[in-house]
């Protein structure tokens, strides 16, 4: 299940195409104004999405990490 994140107008979040700062919310929908300075109308329920992913991957990424750098264990070969 999808973590709704709390948007705030005036703060930076991040998605697949860099920093952007929201400008405004009206409801669901929200603009955001990233790098390139366009005002682009979005979602609150998409950034939620891309959010959670990326933080999802994020630990994906940390949990392969520790993974590989734990000492293998041999298996035990039967005679």
Same mark, same amino acid.
Request: aromatic share 4%; proline share 1%.
């Given at each position: 299940m999808?973590?709704e994140?709390t948007?705030?107008?005036g703060?930076?979040?991040?998605?697949?195409? #860099? %920093?952007?700062?929201v400008?405004?919310?009206?409801? +669901?929908?929200?603009?955001? @104004?990233g790098?390139? #300075?366009k +005002?682009? *109308? %979005?979602t609150v329920?998409l950034?939620s999405?891309?959010?959670?992913?990326?933080?999802?991957?994020?630990? +994906?990424? *940390?949990?392969?990490?520790?993974? *590989?750098? @734990?000492?293998?264990?041999? *298996?035990a070969?039967?005679v």
């Amino acid at each position: 299940m999808i973590k709704e994140t709390t948007f705030e107008v005036g703060k930076k979040y991040k998605n697949r195409m #860099g %920093t952007y700062t929201v400008l405004t919310i009206d409801g +669901d929908v929200m603009h955001i @104004s990233g790098k390139m #300075g366009k +005002d682009v *109308a %979005t979602t609150v329920k998409l950034q939620s999405r891309v959010l959670e992913n990326i933080r999802r991957e994020i630990e +994906d990424l *940390a949990l392969l990490k520790i993974k *590989a750098a @734990s000492p293998r264990k041999k *298996a035990a070969v039967a005679v």
